[in-house]
């Protein structure tokens, strides 16, 4: 994973734990708010990071995307292909966000009695992707198909040089 793909990620993964997290702790008010401004200061210290990284060290992203042809609605064989291809270029594009924007985590569990009656979790994943590009469409295997998208470097350059102009 690249440092500017694992930054987000850690930022964002970090974000959402010291969100869901702080109420658990006992601290004092004055150490809980010490805690929050200095991670709030270390967000700031690798959101600045990831902005000041130079062409050098931007990556290449990529992305895989799968889908069953005899899974799709259609009304022949083509259209069953066509809803497979679509569907896992729509695959490849989540997985392009997750990359980018990180994945949020929800999750529940009941206990009762000292044993877990349900446990349940989530992931989301939500942005905007501009740029990704389609590297190939292959068959694979016999019902399967797979698309790779990618977002090249020059685009993520232009991408953190308008976020830069913005910040």
Known sequence: MSKVSLTIVTLTTGMAFLTGC???TKQPVVDKMATVEASQTQTLVNIKDVLDSNSETIP???AVGYAVTSTQPGRNEAQ???MAIR????AAMRDLAEQIHGLKVDSSTTVIDLI???DTFRGVVNGTIRGARTVRINP???DTYEVVLEIDRE???YLLKTARVAA
Do not use: F, Y
């Open 87 to 90: 569907s896992a270029r729509m």
């Open 140 to 142: 694979t295997g016999t």
């Open 22 to 24: 702080q109420h658990l």
């Open 155 to 157: 685009t993520i350059a």
């Open 80 to 82: 069953k292909r066509l």
């Open 116 to 118: 877990v009656q349900n």
């Open 60 to 62: 290449t992203l990529t």
